[in-house]
């Protein structure tokens, strides 16, 4: 499949780091095509502007700013998120990619009178997310995962109908050990593998 | 009350920019001290950065680059969020404020590798946000936003705190009539806050 990794984390030492290097050798092991985004390295800019917000709706005008990366999510039939969840959500960074990338006429059509939303991106077939959490798995869910559900529920609405999705969490990073983190790389092995 | 206005849409025009002014407007009839926190006009960067991420945890420097925000977030009794839901979720502009911001030593504690929350000055919270997505499909999704407010805001002020959510849905659709009335309430409940 064409597999698109879109990896949010400022820090090329981070534990996040090595979460995204053994994504990749696991999807190219399986034999997938890959393009990766690195949003820091790319120095992306989360906030939508004034005049992208005045936009928004224009067909055609609205993917200029961002043409790549549409460009990208047009070419891909399974993404794979890695990042730090912060404040139980997607960082800044990557909840802007969102908001300035997934623009309407490319993702959805906007609700009419007579019809609610369609979405676009039937293309997209599987959503994996692989991230890091400090809270522990209770608390996370208690809270109702604001980041899964952003990305699982509310952006997997505009993908494929069917569209399979894999969440992977390493809870507690505060107090990971050495051995914890090497199992959770061992179990993306697994999981992704078989995705 | 000393109240902290957060707000995040670029647009001047928009119904959030209008949604703001009557925020302020009946914050300011009721008597409060307004600190007005508009993240586009102030060009707040939501990015924290390698520097930030590897000391986030020192709590001798971890707010050098954000010191005027932490000073404005402690220095508040009362705390005002204005912002539309995209996609789901809060505005990067808005979500980065919290990863920037919310640091440890200024809302939260680490505990012997345990989190105590610690914003105990904000003694009240309130949120006025308009979604595009209707109210069953916000359901259906886990309104993300809302428990944002509802669940780990709560947790982090004044214990038992009084937490107020406003929202309008369906902003594409609705009619100019459900627009005022959804204004009309925003400023009756505030001027009440």
Known sequence: ?195 | MRVLVLFSHPVETSFGAALHERVLIALKKAGHEVDDCDLYAEGFDPRLTREERLGYHDLETNQANVKGYVDRVLAADALVIVTPVWNFGHPAILKGFFDRVFLPGVSFKMKNGKVAPSLHNIRKLAVVTTYGGTRLRAFLVGDPPRKIATRVLRAVIKPAAPVKYHALYDMNRVTEDQRKAFMDKVGTSLEAF
Not at chain 1, 50 to 62: F, K, L, W
Request: include cysteine; hydrophobic fraction near 40%.
């Open chain 1, 1 to 195: 499949m064409r597999v698109l990794v879109v990896y949010c984390h400022p820090c090329a030492e981070s534990f996040n780091a090595a979460v995204k290097e053994t994504v990749l050798s696991t999807l190219e092991g399986a034999g997938h095509e890959i393009r990766l985004i690195d949003l820091y390295a790319k120095e992306f800019d989360p906030a939508m502007s004034a005049e992208e917000r005045r936009g928004y709706h224009e067909p055609d005008s609205n993917v200029q700013p961002v043409a790549e990366h549409v460009d990208a999510i047009n070419w891909c039939e399974m993404i794979v998120f890695v990042y730090p969840t912060w404040w139980f959500g997607l960082p800044a960074m990557l909840k802007g990619w969102f908001d300035r990338v997934w623009v309407p006429h490319v993702t959805f059509e906007m609700p009419t009178e007579r019809s609610g939303m369609k979405p676009k991106m039937q293309h997209i077939k599987k959503i994996a997310v692989v991230t890091t959490c400090g809270a522990t798995w209770l608390v996370s869910k208690y809270v109702g995962e604001p980041g899964r559900r952003t990305i699982l529920r509310g952006m997997r609405a505009l993908c494929a109908t069917n569209c399979r999705t894999l969440y992977l969490a390493h809870y507690k990073m505060d107090s990971s050990t050495p051995e914890s983190r090497s199992r959770y790389l061992a179990k993306i092995r697994h999981r992704l593998g078989k995705f």
